[in-house]
């Protein structure tokens, strides 16, 4: 299941009424924002990719001028100044990659090598945007932050 069918299904588990907007390039952000705040959207969520990650410091000013929560995959989101990020630790899966490459190089074939899904992940928390936001981050979701931007 692709990252946008499982938000849908995890909204509607919810009940929270969930609106895809696209972007499929930079020239998109303007009128992607344009159309949230039209519809008064109450949070985004970045789902990723490298043009939504090499845009990053532009898309948390965009999500701060318009006001918006913001969760992103990333944790360099937040370091950018974005709300908060939950993901896979990207510094981990490479570790992980490592292993793989060793034993490649070691002479396994790469078909016989098991797949892998992320096992660690990180929630990272910018308690100074939450204050921009006028958000209140409870401390019970605090306690479990991998990181707290202060």
């Known amino acids: ?22 972007a499929r390039g930079p020239a998109d952000f303007d009128r992607a924002f344009s159309d949230m705040t039209r519809a008064r959207a109450g949070a985004l969520i970045v789902l990723g990719g490298s043009m939504f990650f090499n845009e ?29 990020a939950y993901g896979a630790n990207i510094a981990d899966m490479y570790r992980r990659a490592v292993t793989f490459v060793d034993k490649i ?18 929630l990272v ?3 100074k945007t939450a204050k921009a936001l006028g958000l209140t981050i409870p401390p019970s979701i605090l306690l479990r932050a991998d990181q707290v931007i202060e």
């Open 1 to 22: 299941m692709n990252r946008a069918k499982a938000a849908e299904v995890a909204a509607r588990a919810l009940g929270v009424r969930l609106q895809v907007v696209e």
């Open 56 to 84: 990053r410091r532009r898309l948390v000013d965009l999500a701060a001028k318009n006001r918006l929560p913001v969760v992103y995959t990333q944790r360099e989101f937040v370091d950018a100044g974005g709300l908060l």
């Open 105 to 122: 190089l070691k002479g396994a074939k790469p078909a016989d090598l098991p797949f892998e899904q992320p096992v660690k992940f990180e």
């Open 125 to 127: 928390i910018n308690l």
